[in-house]
């Protein structure tokens, strides 16, 4: 099998950015070469300072190096977020193409004001690292912690129900300065987007705009975390407009994930669950209700979000997506009983 030298030395810095073991081997594999080739590639990497190895034979261990990094703790009183932007993040990225600035630009001074607008913390911590595939940004606070300061906001049960609010899109805590766009957008402009605070973690990648909540160990404050390739083809004028109606250029659709909803596992069978899920989904005209992750869900649960909801808000359009089977039938069985019963009373 034939391989070209810039696609193997590219496989190479992608192996070694998934997993720092065994690399030589996977390497050979994935690029049909020999074991001796392979390893012809990833010396060079490690000649040209584009990675580092340590170990021997079998045992060696490679890893991306950091190619560029800057740090620093922000006193939060005072502090604009593009002072931070053209200080310690711009010039890491400065060589990148305009589209991967552009996100960059937009997703750091978003986090960043977040931290400054919001959290009541002393410091804001920004720290920035690239390596030859990727660039990751940090934010960090030590203040209240956005999910808990969410639930106060909001009055919810439980810190949890602050991730499924985020992931709608359009939450504020502080309507007068803030739109509550920056969390959505940024998250699906970025290859990887990460929230931990206490004890949740909220991660978001834009492949079919999965988001996984989950336990974690006690973090103080907020912390952001997101990654970029540095090469990315994706432009943040296309991630607005996949959200965006085309002629009131308004932010008008959003992608829930009902995986969010499902707290310990717990199945999603009550009107109250449903009743959740669909708050503050008169903010929008178009919302997809992603199932992924769901394998069945109860019928009043289906009933209250796809007849009694839909009757209610007939100018939304409620979409679901990536149903397993039995979950499709549920919701076949509310539609049309909802259609049933707006017949029945047109007849009337």
Not at 308 to 326: D, G, K, L, S
Request: aromatic share 6%; net charge negative.
């Amino acid at each position: 099998m034939d391989t070209d030298k810039p696609s193997l030395r590219r496989q190479a810095l992608e192996l070694v950015g998934a997993d720092s073991h065994r690399v030589g081997t996977r390497l050979a594999q994935s690029g049909g070469v020999s074991r001796q080739v392979a390893n012809g590639y990833l010396q060079a990497l490690v000649r040209d300072g584009l990675v580092d190895a340590e170990g021997t034979t079998r045992a060696r261990v490679y890893r991306l190096k950091t190619l560029a990094e800057a740090s620093r703790r922000y006193p939060r009183d005072g502090l604009q977020e593009d002072l931070v932007w053209r200080e310690l993040v711009s010039p890491v990225v400065a060589r990148f193409a305009q589209n991967v600035r552009d996100i960059w630009h937009y997703a750091a001074t978003e986090m960043i004001n977040n931290a400054i607008d919001h959290s009541g913390a002393a410091d804001v911590l920004v720290e920035v690292r690239k390596n030859e595939l990727t660039t990751e940004v940090l934010v960090a606070d030590e203040g209240e912690g956005i999910f808990v300061k969410i639930q106060r906001a909001l009055d919810l049960h439980d810190p949890r129900e602050a991730i499924l609010e985020l992931a709608k899109g359009k939450l504020t805590t502080a309507p007068e300065q803030h739109t509550g766009e920056g969390i959505f957008f940024t998250s699906r402009a970025l290859d990887f987007f990460e929230i931990e605070s206490h004890h949740l973690r909220f991660s978001h990648a834009p492949r079919a705009d999965n988001a996984i909540a989950e336990q974690a160990a006690d973090t103080p404050g907020t912390r952001v975390c997101m990654r970029l390739a540095n090469d990315s083809p994706r432009v943040m004028r296309e991630v607005f407009d996949a959200y965006t109606d085309p002629e009131e250029y308004t932010f008008d659709k959003t992608v829930v994930p009902l995986r969010l909803a499902q707290y310990e596992g717990e199945k999603l069978v009550s009107r109250s669950q449903a009743k959740r899920v669909a708050h503050r989904f008169e903010r929008f005209k178009r919302v997809e209700l992603d199932f992924a992750g769901v394998s069945d869900i109860g019928q009043a649960f289906a009933d209250e979000l796809f007849r009694v909801f839909v009757a209610a808000h007939p100018t939304i359009r409620i979409t679901p997506i990536n149903t397993e089977p039995a979950v499709a039938q549920m919701i076949r069985r509310a539609v049309a009983a909802g259609a049933a019963k707006a017949g029945n009373g047109n007849h009337a």
